[in-house]
């Protein structure tokens, strides 16, 4: 912790800065300038993985400032073994989408970068802040540029889509309010991450309080059965916003629930680990059977994140080891595989007009190159050994079989339709028999949209063949989130509050509610 | 005669305000219509010299000073208030020079009835004796009702004006005989004997629960909250878009000090009572006030009801202090109220300074639909206007979230997260209808067949009220500790 220097603070103002200066600039120039901010910010987020400690489960790069005095809230940020793959991820992936919006955004394009900037600035802080209230500020602060870049710039239904999003994200979260409140009442006067995660709640407050963390988090995973809004608000939103809903946005809810439901409220997590795990393993197979009927390919992908987002659940709730690690994991690999699937659905639809599988049949032979990327994303969805997400749903089935063998069964069908509903559409988008008319002149990848797919591809082999520099960095920090679990036993029944209180009306003074 | 002397300089400001509006209204007929202009010159020149007064005494001298035998107290709270008073008024002064102009009301004494208005409301933050404040509110009325009708080739505007005077004085008669009740239970009007004679007597004397509840109607009205909320839509539909501004702003704030002051300070012991009641009136004025705006055509309409649900919210702070027990006495409930009305007077005042200027064709472009397509017409002005709806809705980083912020906190404090709960959830209900002006601004073309699309008429002094309201709007969303520490020194102690 010797090293002073901002890194955080410097990735999430970056692209802010960035955003304001777009307002200075010509249209025409906006596209580079995006660009340029979001590799600059790449570059200052990479030498994180190096200066990273792995070994040690403590927070790292922390900045801790002095926001509000009454009641004491702090600009206080860090990152440990879980966020910080995340971040490495949303830093990676954004120069990426500005480059698959280079061509496809055509109205307001400074606008668009602009808003995509302050997207990249509050999912950042998202994933580094440690302050409770700090990243409420950020959680919500999404909210607005995602409406809009949903709205503006997305499909034919997108007003419906757009506010379906919005309402359904924003009902969730306020709650989450109510339980940060309650929280700094009961946990000693404090915002602090960290500080709130050592505090021992009574269970009847730990129960409501994971009820309102489980409606913020399970709408952003999404959980059956509060996904409807992910099909149409991925379908409708522009390639670079289903993207950022895929690979950013639905790590968030699961990250909320590693980093607050699991160490503040470990006796309500214990107690909801059998419904938590049965809405996974529905999600799973609910969403791979949709998955299995649809006709359009962005649709395809977006019920089969539900059913992917399901391992990462399953794995968390499972609470040990090899499932936690293995759900991080596996969020890191949806994020990088499903960005790359709505990349190539992206870069097909800004040729053809259409997402309909119908409409792109038998690719392999006008575009060849493009097939090959289609077919490696596609093999590392399902999950084949070799690619990443073989790692991080092997890790999360091991963590699962650990506690319960016929959980894993039946979470092992959703591995097996993802290869059906998969390869049923390699099958017809790739190698199908297209139609006559059908058969013009696509052009195959150009430079630029092979520059955004490579860089997921050597993501892809390089997690799925050598995992464990990623594993073992996460390693001290899922071990101590498990010991912060562990040390509560039962929550004291003899506690002043926990007897007296009913459940509904707590009467949170903080005096009384601390330990 | 020297202490008479004290008393005259204690309410300095007061006079200052009542002597530039007996001087504008003076002043008016000998002034050539060109030069109109001028008088509302000299009131921001004589809200200037209020903001010195008041805000000198702001820092170390914020000591009580009570004038005329406790008829009136300028107290830390007091000062609070009026300088919120000050800026509001001036805002609405320079929103409403190019309002008027266009709108061809060529009228000076309309300046002087703005600063008739605010010398009431100042009398009422200042009141330490129920007829005092019943005067403060009295002089804010009337300025208000003369005000609401000004438009006068307009039937709306001369309907609102009607109905809000009928409405205003029969509040105003409850209010009365409330204050009468309270009497002669107490043998005093002076907050201080009525807190001492009363004690914590409680609601076993029916006298005391009607008397209560009367003063509670007679405010309740003036605050437009549910159930006595019924004027507000079409009052502030008719009346001159910044008349409404200022009812919309100025006249909730004063009204909601002088009411909670009398709460607080005369009716404190009773707290536990009072704070059941309002526990109903604000869960009823977050549901109507939330659930009726999501259908309204005229955005007017819809502010009217978003600012009855807004004092909604504000209520859930009273409540919170009135519930809280023990030592810190309710601080933080009055203190978020305090905080909540200051940060909902810039996002509100700035977005009906947009609709004031907003014009289609020659008229004010006040329906919702007018606002389609604004984004592609004038970027900067749908920003602005996005702003002003995201903070409304208490999304960070804006006021609107810290206001809500700490109205919620204070009810968590309290024991009352139920509460809380069910303002967040009518906050979410709330987004409906705010991000369908965002939708409209960004996401709609606008109709081909609109002969001249609607559009923001600019002007020096619009661009400067708006840039006044974004930037608190942000920077008290970033940095909101000024302004809460402010209030936290400035609190009324519930005993």
Same mark, same amino acid.
């Given at each position: 912790m010797a090293d002073s220097f901002p890194w955080l603070s410097l990735l999430i103002f970056l692209p802010l800065a960035g955003a304001g200066a777009l307002s200075l600039v010509e249209e025409r120039h906006a596209r580079l300038l995006a660009l340029a901010v979001t590799l600059a910010d790449f570059v200052v987020a990479l030498p994180l993985w190096w200066l990273f400690d792995p070994s040690s489960s403590r927070m790292q790069f922390v900045e801790h400032v002095a926001w509000i005095t009454s009641p004491p809230i702090h600009y206080s940020l860090g990152v440990d073994g879980i966020s910080l793959p995340l971040v490495l991820m949303t830093a990676a992936l954004m120069p990426l989408c500005v480059l698959v919006s280079w061509e496809s955004i055509v109205t307001r394009l400074r606008a668009f970068m602009a808003v995509l900037l302050v997207m990249e600035a509050a999912m950042l802080g998202v994933f580094v802040a440690l302050d409770f209230v700090l990243f409420y500020v950020f959680w919500e602060a999404m909210l607005i540029p995602m409406y809009l870049i949903i709205g503006v710039w997305g499909g034919p239904n997108r007003l419906y889509a757009a506010i379906k999003f919005f309402l359904y994200t924003l009902a969730g979260s306020v709650l989450l309010l109510v339980a940060i409140l309650v929280l700094y009442f009961y946990g000693g006067r404090t915002f602090d991450v960290l500080a709130l995660s050592q505090v021992t709640y009574p269970a009847a407050v730990q129960q409501w309080l994971f009820l309102a963390f489980f409606a913020a988090f399970a709408v952003k995973v999404p959980m059956f059965p509060f996904h409807t809004w992910l099909p149409d608000a991925h379908v409708e939103a522009p390639t670079a916003g289903s993207v950022l809903l895929a690979s950013v946005l639905l790590k968030m809810g699961a990250y909320g629930f590693v980093r607050f439901s699991l160490p503040m409220l470990p006796d309500a997590s214990r107690a909801m680990t059998p419904l938590m795990a049965a809405l996974s393993i529905i999600a799973i197979i609910y969403g791979a059977y949709m998955a299995l009927a649809q006709v359009d390919l962005k649709k395809l992908i977006a019920y089969s994140s539900v059913s992917h987002m399901g391992f990462v659940t399953l794995g968390l709730f499972v609470m040990n080891q090899q499932g936690i690690e293995g759900a991080v994991l596996q969020m890191v690999n949806h994020g990088i595989t499903t960005g790359a699937l709505f990349l190539c659905v992206g870069i097909i639809y800004e040729r053809t007009h259409s997402r309909l599988i119908a409409d792109n049949v038998g690719l392999a032979k006008p575009m060849p190159r493009y097939a090959t990327f289609l077919v490696l994303f596609a093999l590392s969805s399902l999950g084949l050994p070799g690619t990443n997400s073989f790692v991080g749903e092997f890790l999360v089935l091991v963590g699962t079989f650990l506690w319960s063998k016929a959980a894993t069964a039946l979470a092992s069908l959703g591995i097996i339709l993802a290869a059906a509903y998969l390869l049923y559409m390699v099958q017809r988008v790739v190698f199908g028999v297209p139609s006559a008319r059908e058969l013009p002149h696509l052009k195959d990848l150009d430079l630029r949209e092979f520059g955004t797919l490579v860089p997921l591809v050597v993501l892809v082999f390089w997690i799925g063949l050598f995992p464990n520099p990623l594993v073992s960095r996460m390693h001290s920090t899922v071990t101590k989130t498990l010991e912060t679990m562990a040390r509560t036993k039962v929550a004291p029944m003899t506690h002043p509050s926990a007897a007296v209180v009913p459940p509904v009306v707590l009467s949170g003074r903080g005096e009384e509610g601390r330990p | 005669m020297t202490a008479y002397g004290t008393d005259l300089i204690i309410i300095l400001p007061e006079l200052i305000i009542v002597a530039a509006a007996c001087l504008i209204l003076i002043l008016d007929p000998l002034t050539p219509r060109p030069k109109k202009e001028l008088l509302a010159w000299l009131s921001l020149g004589s809200l200037a010299l209020c903001i010195g007064l008041t805000g000198g005494q702001m820092g170390v001298l914020n000591l009580p000073l009570s004038a005329f035998s406790d008829l009136v107290v300028v107290d830390g709270y007091a000062r609070f208030w009026k300088l919120l008073l000050y800026g509001v008024t001036g805002l609405t002064i320079l929103m409403s020079l190019p309002y008027l102009k266009m709108e061809g009301l060529h009228l000076g004494e309309y300046y002087g009835f703005i600063l008739l208005a605010l010398s009431g409301m100042m009398v009422m933050v200042s009141g330490a004796d129920l007829l005092t404040i019943y005067l403060g509110t009295e002089l804010m009325s009337l300025s208000l009702y003369v005000m609401a009708g000004l438009k006068r080739s307009s039937p709306r505007s001369l309907e609102a004006s009607a109905k809000y005077f009928v409405l205003g004085a029969f509040s105003s008669g409850l209010l009365l005989y409330g204050i009468s009740l309270l009497y002669g239970l107490s043998g005093g009007t002076r907050l201080s004997t009525i807190a001492g004679a009363l004690g914590a007597r409680g609601f076993d004397?029916?006298?005391?629960?009607? =008397?209560?509840? /009367?003063?509670?109607?007679?405010? !309740?009205?003036?605050?437009?909250?549910?159930?006595?909320?019924?004027?507000?839509?079409?009052?502030?539909?008719?009346?001159?878009?910044?008349?409404?501004?200022?009812?919309?702003?100025?006249?909730?704030?004063?009204?909601? =000090?002088?009411? /909670?002051?009398?709460?607080?300070? !005369?009716?404190?012991g009773l707290k536990a009572d009072w704070s059941m009641l309002f526990v109903l009136l604000s869960v009823l004025t977050l549901v109507l006030g939330n659930v009726v705006a999501i259908v309204q055509t005229n955005i007017k309409r819809m502010l009217a009801y978003s600012s009855i649900a807004h004092a909604g919210y504000a209520l859930i702070g009273l409540v919170a202090a009135g519930r809280s027990a023990g030592e810190s006495g309710g601080t933080s409930g009055i203190a978020s109220v305090m905080l909540y009305l200051t940060f909902y007077a810039f996002m509100t005042l700035g977005a009906f300074a947009i609709i004031a200027m907003f014009r289609k064709g020659g008229l004010e472009g006040d329906e919702i639909e007018d606002f389609t397509g604004l984004a592609k017409r004038q970027p900067l002005a749908a920003l602005i206007m996005l702003v002003f709806m995201v903070s409304l809705t208490g999304i960070p980083p804006t006021a609107g979230f810290i206001g809500k912020f700490y109205v919620f906190m204070a009810a968590v404090e309290a024991g009352l997260s139920w509460l809380a709960a069910v303002g967040l959830i009518f906050s979410a209900v709330s987004a409906y209808y705010y991000m369908r002006v965002v939708m409209l601004m960004y996401m709609r073309e606008p109709e081909a067949s609109a002969a001249e699309p609607s559009h923001l008429v600019p002007s020096p002094a619009l661009s400067f009220v708006l840039a006044c309201a974004v930037a608190g709007v942000i920077i008290f969303g970033l940095f909101p500790t000024p302004v809460v520490n402010l209030a936290l020194q400035s609190v009324l102690l519930l005993k």
């Open positions: - | 004397d029916p006298m005391l629960l009607i =008397a209560t509840i /009367l003063l509670t109607v007679g405010f !309740g009205f003036k605050l437009a909250v549910v159930p006595f909320h019924m004027w507000t839509p079409d009052v502030y539909q008719g009346a001159p878009t910044a008349v409404t501004a200022f009812m919309a702003v100025a006249s909730k704030a004063a009204s909601f =000090a002088a009411f /909670l002051r009398v709460f607080v300070e !005369g009716l404190g």
